[in-house]
């Protein structure tokens, strides 16, 4: 069978319309996904590119949620530090109480209530973990700020504090608090000086408390503004990847209703070629 040959106008005005129905489509694809760039064959070096700052915004988007839970430990120790703060207070009123007191009953009602106190200071310091990590049973902490971590800038090192020790008997190892034995604090100058003994133990346990709890402070700024920087970093990652690779939805539209107008042009031209055929048609008839 032999091929059908077309005039070369309308040859030409075919191929104008097939050239236009091609762009037509590629910027319907880019107004359906909002992009210019959808794969490598659009443009390597963009492509490439934005996939390498979408990676990297990616690694430091799942470390935010590492330090997002980080910030949360640090916050459960804390929120121990000051449970325990003012259990060492009340302690502390106790043994003065006991100090003041002249009767020796009394006396050692307050040194069962003093060591009933200790022993929620260790409970509540076994209760302040988060997901297993324990900052006031002497477990560390290690947060990673970025992929990079063969540096020691790149993570922050917390050191955990015990305040528990399970072989002393309501006891804080870390705190340096033990309980009162029965007929420690009878009445007369022994007794009194083992109050004052108590006494300035809860004191210095409270000196240790605050120190710690603005070293746990410090720690917990650390962290969020990491946290604060990383979140800002990531957006701009992914705003650099997107000038790579989004479309200008006003420009591409415009676009479209050129290339829509240029179709129908190219329609009526080729209608107007395909005359010539028509007229020898008409010769012929």
Do not use: C, H
Request: negative net charge; proline residues 0%; aromatic residues 4%.
């Amino acid at each position: 069978m032999s091929s059908v040959t077309l005039a070369a106008g309308v040859r030409a005005n075919l191929l104008a319309l097939q050239q236009t129905s091609t762009q037509q489509e590629l910027v319907q694809n880019r107004l359906a996904t909002g992009k210019k760039v959808n794969s490598a064959l659009d443009n390597p070096n963009s492509y490439f590119t934005a996939a390498a700052l979408n990676d990297r915004g990616q690694d430091l988007t799942n470390l935010l949620d590492d330090m997002g839970q980080a910030v949360q430990t640090l916050k459960a120790a804390d929120e121990g530090i000051q449970a325990i703060t003012k259990l060492a207070e009340a302690a502390k009123a106790k043994a003065n109480q006991a100090l003041a007191s002249s009767s020796a009953t009394d006396r050692e009602t307050y040194a069962s209530e003093y060591n009933k106190l200790l022993g929620q200071i260790e409970d509540i310091a076994e209760d302040s973990g988060y997901k297993g990590k324990n900052l006031l049973k002497g477990d560390d902490l290690k947060v990673i700020f970025n992929e990079r971590t063969s540096s020691a800038q790149n993570f922050l090192t917390i050191s955990g504090i015990d305040y528990t020790d399970s072989t002393i008997t309501r006891a804080s190892s870390g705190l340096e608090l033990t309980d009162i034995t029965s007929g420690d604090w009878t009445l007369g100058t022994t007794g009194d000086a083992a109050i004052g003994t108590a006494i300035d133990s809860i004191n210095g346990a409270l000196s240790q408390l605050r120190v710690q709890s603005a070293t746990f402070g410090t720690n917990l700024s650390s962290v969020q503004i990491r946290q604060d920087y990383t979140k800002s970093f990531v957006n701009t990652l992914q705003s650099g990847a997107d000038k790579l690779t989004l479309a200008d939805q006003n420009e591409e539209g415009a676009k479209l209703l050129a290339l829509n107008t240029r179709q129908q042009l190219s329609s009526t031209a080729l209608s107007f070629a395909s005359q010539a055929d028509q007229n020898v048609l008409r010769l012929l008839g």
